[in-house]
Every structure is written in structure tokens, then in C-alpha cells.
């Protein structure tokens, strides 16, 4: 069973640093890309980051330079490192699993980045 647990929001100030951590089980870490999304009020939600069984990432373009996505070796870990954080990026971030080639999709409980001064 997969379950994902997010953890690491909270409130900063414009130009500051977050750090989200997302607690992976169930994962084959060969199989699954792992991913963050966020959703800010009134929106849909967006792929923020994501990183393959590889190591392969990709960015959406609003975040790159940014944001970083790592995993531990395990893949018991999905790291989200947040930099020069900006109003808008305000929103609840969620963590995510995808196994593409039989259409599995799961998804953690969200937690809040609030950016503001």
C-alpha cells in the first residue's frame, strides 16, 4: 500500500527557504516517478517538480532555478527545496506517485506554504 506523508510548510517571508519532506512506503523506486504539485486557491492543481526512477527531473518553468527536487537512495524520502520564495508561490503542495504504464496515481494530504511579509 502507498501511502505519502508531507511535512516542512508553514509561513515565510518573501526570498526565503522551505524545505518539504514527503515520507514514502509502498514505493518501487524504479517504477513510480515521484512528484510535487501545488494548489492555490481558486486554481487547478500544477506539477511543480518531478524526478524519475532514473533521477530525471523537470521543473515547471515558474519554479526552475528555484526549487529543487532529491529523493534519498531508498526513495523513502522526496525532498522539495524551496529558494527566493515568492508570494506566489503560495499554496497547498502536495507530494505525488505515478506509475504511468498501468495508471496508478497517489497522492499525500497537502500541506500549506504560506508566502508573505
Known amino acids: 500500500q502507498v501511502q505519502l506523508v508531507e511535512s516542512g510548510g508553514g509561513l515565510v517571508q518573501p526570498g526565503g527557504s522551505l524545505r518539504l519532506s514527503c515520507a514514502v512506503s509502498?514505493?518501487?523506486?524504479?517504477?513510480?516517478?515521484m512528484g510535487w504539485y501545488r494548489q492555490a486557491p481558486g486554481k487547478e492543481r500544477d506539477m511543480v517538480a518531478v524526478?524519475?526512477?532514473?533521477?530525471?527531473?523537470d521543473y515547471a518553468e515558474s519554479v526552475d532555478g528555484r526549487f529543487t527536487i532529491s529523493r534519498d537512495s531508498a526513495v523513502t524520502t522526496v525532498y522539495l527545496q524551496m529558494n527566493s520564495l515568492k508570494f506566489e508561490d503560495t499554496a497547498v503542495y502536495y507530494c505525488?506517485?505515478?506509475?504511468?504504464?498501468?495508471?496508478?496515481?497517489?497522492w499525500g494530504q497537502g500541506t500549506q506554504v504560506t508566502v508573505s511579509s
Open positions: 524526478i524519475t526512477g532514473g533521477g530525471v527531473t
Open positions: 505525488n506517485a505515478r506509475r504511468y504504464d498501468v495508471g496508478l496515481n497517489y
Open positions: 509502498g514505493v518501487n523506486r524504479n517504477l513510480y516517478v
